[in-house]
């Protein structure tokens, strides 16, 4: 058990020594592992929230090739820190209604970000469209001079 988790630590670029530090911190602040594991079990907004955060700063060129999984790696011990800490302090938090509406706001975040990328591929379309393959445009100026 132990070298395949060793292995995917090296896999996505973490120390082994980092993991089990963040863990022990977890652990200290009062989040035991296997509670960790059981809460991130049943999350999915903020796994979803965490890729669609890494795919943003790749677009902004932040995150370079091949680096999306320390990226992704670190964003995911910085959520077991942060939950650590807030059922420290907020024991009674309701982590699966959150996570349902931190879903909800990915969702519309990517619905945005997907229009924003319309926008330019439509616009790089039509500029292939005219000059690439050199398609006359209509002109209503000369339509209404006539």
Known sequence: MQSKLEEL????????GLAV????????????????????AVLVGLPFAIGLIVDVLKLAGVVTPGTSGIWSAGFNLAAILGLAVLFKYIPDFDLITWDAQLLELAKAVVLIITWIAQLFGTKQAHNFYIRGLR????????????
């Not at 398609?135 to 006539?146: C, P, V």
Request: glycine content about 4%.
């Open 9 to 16: 630590l090296k896999a996505i670029g973490l120390p082994v």
């Open 21 to 40: 530090v963040i863990a022990s911190i977890a652990t200290y602040l009062g989040l035991p592992l296997e509670q960790a594991f059981q809460m991130f």
């Open 135 to 146: 398609i006359a445009r209509f002109s209503f100026a000369k339509a209404n001079a006539t």
